[in-house]
C-alpha cells in the first residue's frame, strides 16, 4: 500500500512539472522524446582554508562563480561533470543547478528508492554523484543521467615533500637531469662521484666512478648543454654524454665557471679570469669582451628559460657573490638573447634585494625564481637556514617569500647547517640533496602541478 501511495504521488509531482514546463496560453503538445542538452551551476559561497597574516590557520567564505566551470554532458553514457575540478575545499552540499531538456526531470532520491520532482530553486546535495531521470512529456521514453560536481580533493597550490634516505659520506655538488635520470655529482673520499637515480618512484642511486677529468675540476660548474654535458676543469673544459668518461673539449687561460646555456638560445656562456666567452658547439669558443667589473663567478645559480612573451627569446639569470669567500650581499646579473652586454641589478633602492644565504641557490619553478639556502641575511635581518622560500616573480629584481604559506620548505631541514644542491626535474618536481648531519634527499612538487590534463 505505501509503495502504490508513492507511485500515485510521484505520478503526480510528474503531471506538475510536465504542465509548468508550458507558458500560460501555450498549447501543451506532447513528445516522445527525451534528452538532458545543458546543464551548469549557480554561484556558490563557500568556506576555504587560509592564513593570517602570523601564518595561522584560519578559513574565509568566498563566493566561486559557476559559470566558470562548464559541464560535459555525455550523451552515450548519460554521465554529466565539470572536466575542470572546482577548487579545493569546495562545499557542494547546497547547489542550485541550471537545466535545459527536452521532457521533463525528476531527481533520485536513495533514501526512498524513486525519483521525485524538485523546484529549479532548490539547493541541491553534490557531495556525492546524483541521477536525473529526464522523461519524455508524453510518458513513453526516459533517460538516467548522472551528474557529477567534481571538486578537488588536494589543494592545488600546497607544496608537498617526501624525504628519501641519502648516500652515506658523499658531499653533494651539482644535481640536475640528463638522459631521463637525476644525476648527483658530488665527492667522496675526495674523489669525484657520480650517481644518478630515476625520475620517478622511489629514489635509489647507481654509483660510478668518474675519469678523465683532472683534480682541479668544479664539479659545481656541471652543465648540460647540446645534449652532453660540460664542466670547467683547471684550464679547460671537459666533455662527457655519459657523466662518468670525460674528455678535454676545449684549452683556454683562467676559465673561471660556466655562467649559462641554452639549446634554444644555441649557446653555453663562459666566463675567465679576464673576458667572456660563448660557444655554439661546446669546443669552439668566441670572446664576448672584458669581464665585467663585480661579475659574479663564485657560488652561482645559472638560470635560463624562454619569455613568456617571445619563446625564440631566452632570459639568462646568474646569481652569485663576487668574493670567493661567497661573504657580503647576493647580486643578480641578467642577458637577453637578443642583448650583447650583461646587466646587474641595482639594489640600492631595492626593498626586496636577493637573500645572502649560505649556499645560495636559485631555480626556476612555476614560472617564478626560487631561491633558498642555509643561514644569512635578509634585507639586513639574521634568518635561520631553510626558513623560507624567496620569490621572484619578475625576473629576479625583488625578492618575497609567499604570502599564502602553502610554499614551504620541508620543516625538518629548519636550522640545519647542511650541504646541499637542488634541481627541478621536467616532471615539476624540485629536488634537495643535502648531507651532513642530516643527509636526505627530499623531492617537493605543488599539486597542481602534478594534476592529468
Known sequence: MKNRLAIYLAMLMMTFFVTSCFDKGEDATLSPYAMLSSFSINKIESEYPDFTSAGVDTFVVKTLQGSLYPFSINQATCEVYNQDSLPFATKVDK?????QLTGYATLYVDSLGIFEGFYSTDSLDFSYPRKFRITSTDGTYYRDYTVSVNVHQVNPDLMVWNSYASLDSVKPLRVLEYNGAICLFGEKDGKPLLATTPLQGAVTWQQDTIVGLPTTVNLATVQVFGGALHVVAGDGIYTSTNGTDWSLSYSGNGLLAIIGASDVDGKMWVASDSELLFTADGSNFESAGALPAGFPVHGVSIVSYEMNHNKSIVRYMLVGYETEAMDGDAVVWSKLSTETTWVKYDNADNPFPCPALKGLTVVRYDGNLYAFGGAGT??????????SFYISKDNGITWKVPEDFYQRMPGALLGCDVPFV??????????MVCAGDKPAIWKGIVNRLGFKK
Open 378 to 387: 635578509v634585507e639586513g635581518a639574521p634568518v635561520d637556514a631553510f626558513s
Open 95 to 99: 547547489v542550485v543547478i541550471n537545466m
Open 422 to 431: 637542488a634541481t627541478v626535474d621536467s616532471n615539476n618536481v624540485m629536488w
